[in-house]
């Protein structure tokens, strides 16, 4: 099992990396709105597309979810 509760706490750690997921991650830390307890994929890219992210973050949300989702099982 992760040693992250949430998506949120493990996209944390992941700002300092230089990649669009490192971006995403950071983006997502300074945004007072972002869902810190958001409960699956679908609910994450529907905030997103409320925000009218564009196609790069939503393709890079939904690898980062899928990356976090493996560290869960």
Request: no cysteine; net charge positive; hydrophobic share 40%.
């Given at each position: 099992?992760?040693?992250?509760?949430?998506?949120?706490?493990?996209?944390?750690?992941?700002?300092?990396?230089?990649?669009?997921?490192?971006?995403?991650?950071?983006?997502?830390?300074?945004?007072?709105?972002?869902?810190?307890?958001?409960?699956?994929?679908?609910?994450?890219?529907?905030?997103?597309r409320?925000?009218?992210?564009?196609?790069?973050?939503?393709?890079?949300?939904?690898?980062?979810?899928?990356?976090?989702?493996?560290?869960?099982?």
């Open positions: 099992m992760s040693k992250f509760a949430t998506f949120y706490e493990w996209l944390s750690k992941q700002k300092n990396q230089h990649s669009p997921l490192g971006q995403f991650a950071g983006n997502a830390l300074r945004d007072p709105n972002f869902p810190k307890n958001v409960a699956g994929v679908d609910a994450l890219l529907g905030y997103l409320e925000q009218q992210a564009d196609g790069l973050r939503i393709a890079t949300a939904r690898l980062a979810w899928q990356t976090y989702a493996r560290g869960q099982k």
